[in-house]
């Protein structure tokens, strides 16, 4: 692996000071310090002051805006450092730095622009009856839209070519950011992927998921995808 | 239609109420143009609704021939109709402006990142020349600016 083949790892953090150093360390054991980015969220906890103690390299938005708008900073970031590709990896700690390398195979032999890795084996989370049922219609409804079978979409565990950084770094969706980047990604002509990777369980922060009923989180989500497919770019 | 008509014709007293209401409403939009503290895109519906509005008011044969093509049997509710359609497109205007806000916000806010990002790396740089300026003329080893 040439030198240039290297990705950016962008880390979307919003108050996790309890868990971003040991995410940082974990990702120093396969990254350089310049190739770590992570972005706060408008973080009202230590997080800034914690990621500022380490070598990475760091960004603070004034206030909070979404995974959408952290991302597009993250990209915006890769475009200006001249990356090739970049991980997605989430600043909670369930993501394990080691994995990344089979995200980032397939986009590196250009077999995909996006890569999401997706819980496998015994890492898969016991979740209530609800959210498996809202996550297999998400998933069905994604094979209506996409023609394609996304074993979990709602994973922030994600690698992008440099294709798809560069138009995601223009849009990128607001609402609910992973699904919808399915859904724009198919319409931007970007080729998608899962792979089984393992994560840990969350620890510390809660999904944002958690907060709404699953069923409801489901039908908002659908109908922000049917608005998307509509939507001019 | 005749008696109907004048069941519901608007007492004097109504019209004089209603339409010191609208004409200070008109008024209220003028002066906080004039004061910029409204901004002439944002104040041209509430503008067009008082406009409107006036003569639904007090030109009784017109909210009669309005409602009669409307086919609403109680003339009043034609005045609530109206100001209600420019209640909904004042609201409707409000969520297309906040949401061009919000786009431009996030616009600004991604080049402040960025620039933030630069100057952080300009700063780094010249603490690093001038350490190994510094370095130069005393002979120290060099450090590394951070």
Not at chain 1, 162 to 187: G, H, T
């Amino acid at each position: 692996m040439s030198e240039r083949d290297r990705p950016l790892y962008i880390v979307p953090a919003y108050n996790e000071g309890a868990n971003i150093a040991a995410v940082i360390a974990d990702l120093l054991t396969v990254a350089a310090p310049t190739e770590i980015l992570v972005v706060s969220d408008g973080s009202t906890d230590d997080t800034a002051a914690v990621v500022r103690r380490t070598p990475v390299a760091f960004l603070e938005l004034p206030f909070n805006n979404g995974v959408a708008t952290v991302l597009k900073a993250g990209f915006g970031y890769a475009l200006r450092h001249d990356f090739p590709c970049a991980v997605q990896f989430d600043g909670d700690g369930q993501h394990i730095a080691a994995e990344a390398k089979k995200i980032l195979a397939p986009v590196r032999a250009d077999k995909c622009d996006i890569a999401v890795g997706y819980r496998f084996g015994k890492s898969r989370i016991v979740s209530s009856k609800a959210r498996v049922l809202g996550r297999m219609l998400i998933s069905g409804f994604l094979i209506l839209l996409t023609r394609q079978y996304h074993a979990d979409p709602t994973s922030g565990f994600r690698a992008y070519s440099r294709r798809a950084i560069e138009r995601f770094a223009r849009d990128f969706p607001e609402e609910f950011p992973e699904v919808e980047s399915i859904v724009l990604a198919k319409k931007f002509g970007l080729r998608l992927r899962g792979e089984p990777v393992t994560m840990r369980p969350r620890r510390g922060g809660k999904s944002s998921i958690k907060f709404f009923g699953s069923i409801y989180y489901m039908i908002k989500v659908t109908l922000a995808s049917l608005i998307m497919m509509l939507r001019r770019y | 239609m005749e008696q109907a008509a004048n069941l519901t014709e608007l007492l004097v007293r109504q019209k004089i109420i209603a339409a010191v209401f609208i004409v200070l409403i008109f008024l209220l939009t003028i002066e906080f143009i004039r004061r910029r503290a409204l901004k002439e895109r944002y104040a041209l519906l509430w503008l067009a609704a008082s406009v409107v509005l006036i003569p639904l008011v007090l030109w009784y044969e017109l909210l009669l021939k309005i409602s009669k093509v409307l086919g609403i049997a109680y003339p009043p509710a034609t005045i609530l109709l109206t100001a209600i359609i420019f209640i909904i497109l004042i609201l409707f205007h409000f969520s297309v402006a906040l949401s061009k806000t919000r786009r431009h916000e996030e616009k600004l806010l991604l080049r402040i990142v960025e620039q933030d990002e630069r100057l952080d790396a300009l700063e780094r740089e010249i603490a690093r020349l001038r350490g190994s300026d510094s370095a130069a003329t005393d002979g120290a080893p060099e450090s590394r600016g951070g």
